[in-house]
């Protein structure tokens, strides 16, 4: 029972430094997450798509940089609750199936392309960017050919989940550790020049599986 609660106690303040971290030193807005409980979320929702894995209580809307707030949440209200990351305001992402998104971080290090923060989640890679509008993002998408329904853009009004947990799923860790920009915070590429590749490395895997 000791050992019980002193493990308990570890992933308690794990997550809170994980918390305080991407607050603080990344700037980067953070809220807890829901929690799942044998497959039922915490929000009440007995339809609940996302089980553990979404905010809730507070909202999105509610996410901050604040320490003392953060303290208060993973200390008092929810030491338990994943950290989800606000997408929009200083940091945005392109989520893509984590098979392309192994093959398309490869390519981009062989071109020696400079890569900022990727995290793999259960089933998926997201490459975090540099803040994007819905309108920019819109413009480069209408220049590709085609582009696959599994890629995923994390912008104004969404949200990533961060190491060490990620709700329901969990299983989320950094492939790529987020490295601090000259100006503080968290240096990231702009999402123009990965773009055609994450794309082109999903088209490629869901060629393969129409192959089969």
Not at 4 to 22: E, G, I, K, Y
Not at 78 to 90: E, H, K, N, Q
Not at 157 to 169: D, E, I, N, S, V
Not at 187 to 197: D, F, H, R, T
Request: charged share 15%; proline share 11%.
């Amino acid at each position: 029972m000791r050992e019980n609660s002193r493990s308990r106690s570890a992933a308690r303040s794990t997550r809170l430094a994980a918390a305080l971290a991407a607050a603080v030193d990344h700037r980067w807005p953070v809220v807890p997450g829901t929690l799942s409980f044998d497959g039922h979320c915490s929000c009440g929702d007995e339809d609940c798509s996302v089980p553990g894995a979404h905010p809730h209580d507070p909202p999105l809307l509610a996410a901050t940089t604040d320490a003392r707030m953060v303290r208060w949440w993973w200390e008092r209200q929810s030491p338990d609750a994943p950290v989800l990351a606000a997408t929009g305001g200083t940091v945005s992402a392109v989520s893509l199936p984590a098979a392309a998104g192994a093959r398309a971080l490869a390519y981009l290090a062989a071109l020696r392309l400079p890569l900022g923060p990727v995290l793999s989640m259960p089933g998926r890679y997201a490459m975090l960017v540099a803040p994007y509008s819905l309108d920019a993002l819109g413009e480069m998408l209408a220049q590709l050919p085609w582009v696959p329904g599994s890629l995923r853009y994390h912008g104004s009004g969404g949200f990533l989940p961060l190491p060490p947990g990620g709700g329901a799923g969990g299983g989320v860790r950094w492939v790529l550790p987020p490295r601090p920009a000259a100006d503080g915070g968290v240096w990231l590429p702009e999402v123009g020049p990965l773009l055609g590749e994450l794309v082109e490395a999903t088209v490629q895997l869901d060629s393969g599986r129409s192959a089969y």
